[in-house]
């Protein structure tokens, strides 16, 4: 099978995983787990497990050994969605087409439930019948680091100081090699950790491709906020603009938002060049990435 | 040296590590690491590291090989203040003296700068130097379990959906368990996890000494809320009242509170039995538990 027809049965084999993971609604404490459920069984397009499996099958690693890492990726996803949308933070109301955490509970209990995905994530990669040791270590090392004050937090904190300033370019890439690319590299290395012996150059390529890709995600992002409607995006279209968000179409324009997305895409595939034929489901990815529509 | 005597080095040596582990002030994105260095750097009491060498001390482990540890559970308690201490939580405005993380900077900032110290225990903890693999691996999932939804935060949702109903003393058991107990017992569980060959009655006698000082520290803390004053303490006496929290002695009364706690302890230091004298530093630091005021 393709990767591109595989993809939904990875995607129902994340939610699965997932739903399994995640404490059942009826264990107490049960509003926390109600939450931390809500949060994370909603439709999402799960890139990110994506990119985990996608990078497994062009190193030929078993799928079985790559639902930890898939899981805990979206785990950690999932928790910062629901602070960035809190009151203090983007105050979003809406998620996915659906009432953000706060709002459908409330907000003591949407802090607390992101608190708790948050180390469920670590939790699953140092499960003990979690294969070998040293690669469990490595993907714990790998995931942690992305979501610290150098990683996925840090960008988020530049976004949120970076509201109302005028910003440099520099300044918006490295927020948002943090804030989007650091997860998305996560995903891909924490797959490349399954492989003991993996070459160097091999390791540094799929480096390089997972910081373009991260990077066209994020351009992609801005690019629906202006282009996309509310229906389709499933959160207000144009609420970068309403929070005066630095955003590459804002500081760069429009047309060389694309152009950055295009170039990024293509730089993204060259790193691959190595892998051959083997890296079409990388490929694949990076394309859904570029031309989504939500 | 007595434990005893060396209590202030190892306070001293766990401050040093935490002030190396934590990034610089001046590293962007500042502001949150000025956020994140103040609600750690602190002057706070340490009793979860301490716990971690004690426990090292009784084990024959030496220091240089639990610092990780130390660090890490002090940045999960870090972690949990600032937290708990946010308006749509406790909404505390002092903490051990000083302005709260929100107020000392704003709400944003204290999410996202307790958001990075957790994923900073992790990868402290999974650090490439950091000894045998299966070793760091079990104490990243005992600390992992210890901070989610079955462990401090889960407590920390009994306690705030508790505010203002009438709860069983199980149920408060319970929530003291989760809130207090998980992370003090995980200190405890990663000491013992350095050592690979530990005898399971050993780990068992630790679990139990654990439980039980976990559930007198909380006792006590509800005590000293009621009978100390904002000064020693270092945040508003009464506040438990204020918020009509759950607390031993409202539930049970302050006698019944006092004699469960020396209960606690006289079953703490039973627990250590079989250690005999090397058991000493862990029942130092059940003395200080139950006597502290502060």
Redesign the interface.
């Known amino acids: 099978m393709s990767f591109e027809d595989a993809i939904p049965d990875y995607i129902a084999r994340v939610d699965t995983v997932l739903a399994r993971t995640l ?1 059942a609604a009826d ?3 049960t ?3 109600e939450a ?1 459920r809500y949060a994370t069984l909603n439709g999402g397009k799960r890139i990110r497990p994506l990119l985990v499996y996608a990078t497994g099958e062009v190193l030929g690693i078993d799928a079985a050994h790559l639902d930890a890492p898939a899981v805990a990726v979206e785990l950690i996803h999932a ?2 969605l629901v ?1 960035d949308d ?1 009151p ?2 983007d105050d979003d109301d809406l998620r996915r087409g659906k009432p953000t955490v706060h709002r459908q509970f ?4 949407a ?6 995905l ?3 994530a ?2 699953v ?4 019948e ?1 294969g070998d ?2 690669g ?3 993907m ?2 790998v ?3 992305a ?5 996925m ?2 960008g ?3 976004d ?2 970076s509201e109302g300033q005028r910003i440099s370019g520099d300044t918006l890439r ?1 927020m948002f090699e943090l804030k989007t690319g650091a997860l998305i590299s996560a995903a891909v290395l924490m797959a490349a950790a399954r492989v003991p012996d993996l070459a160097a150059d091999q390791h540094a390529a799929l480096e390089r491709y997972a910081h373009r890709i991260g990077l066209a995600f994020q351009i992609r992002d801005d690019i629906l906020d202006v282009e996309g409607d509310t229906e389709t995006i499933g959160k207000p279209a144009g609420s970068d603009v309403a929070h005066d968000k630095a955003t590459w179409p804002a500081i760069f324009g429009m047309d060389a938002a694309k152009a950055e997305c295009d170039k990024l895409y293509a730089e993204g595939l060259d790193a691959l060049s190595g892998f051959g034929a083997n890296a079409v489901p990388l490929q694949v990815l990076a394309e859904l990435i570029v031309r989504r529509k939500m």
């Open positions: 404490p264990v107490e404490p509003r926390l787990h931390m928790f910062s602070h809190l203090a933070m409330d907000e003591a209990t802090i607390l439930a992101a608190d708790a948050q180390p469920l670590f939790e990669l140092a499960g003990p979690g040791a040293a469990q270590l490595t714990v090392h995931l942690s680091r979501c610290g004050s150098l990683g937090t840090g988020q904190a530049i949120i100081e490295r």
